[in-house]
């Protein structure tokens, strides 16, 4: 495929956990890192964490620390955001997406290809 593909989205109590899952792209070009953003209703995407694919260093926001953990499988070309004590604040559309070029990147304007997104609901 042309761009990421999410999946694992759904809708969990405040408190439980969810583990998203992106398949990069299939294109040849040079792959640096993969992050995962989150857009809520009104509000502008924002970055959650984000992984290189070669050394595996992570970053995240502040928002998240603590809470969600990504991590990579080289071998499957794959990405995962595994998202504990999930609170109603989570809520949202959560994408992932692919950089070029580093360093890891916090800014949509970094990232060069984006997944149509999967929706996180946490319920109160």
């Known amino acids: 495929q042309v761009q990421p593909v999410e999946s694992g989205g759904g809708l969990v109590q405040a408190g439980g956990s969810l583990r998203l899952s992106c398949a990069a792209s299939?294109?040849?070009?040079?792959?640096?890192?993969m992050g995962w953003f989150r857009q809520a209703p009104g509000k502008e995407r924002e970055f959650s964490a984000g992984?290189?694919?070669?050394?595996?260093?992570?970053r995240y926001a502040d928002s998240v620390k603590g809470r969600f953990t990504i991590s990579r499988d080289n071998t499957k070309n794959t990405v995962y955001l595994q998202m504990n004590s999930l609170k109603p604040e989570d809520t949202a559309v959560y994408y992932c997406?692919?950089?070029?070029?580093?360093?890891?990147?916090?800014?949509?304007?970094?990232?060069?290809?984006w997944g149509r997104g999967t929706q996180v609901t946490v319920s109160s």
């Open positions: 992984i290189t694919w070669s050394s595996g260093y992570t």
């Open positions: 299939g294109r040849t070009r040079t792959k640096y890192a």
């Open positions: 997406a692919e950089q070029s070029f580093g360093p890891l990147g916090t800014l949509t304007s970094q990232y060069d290809y």
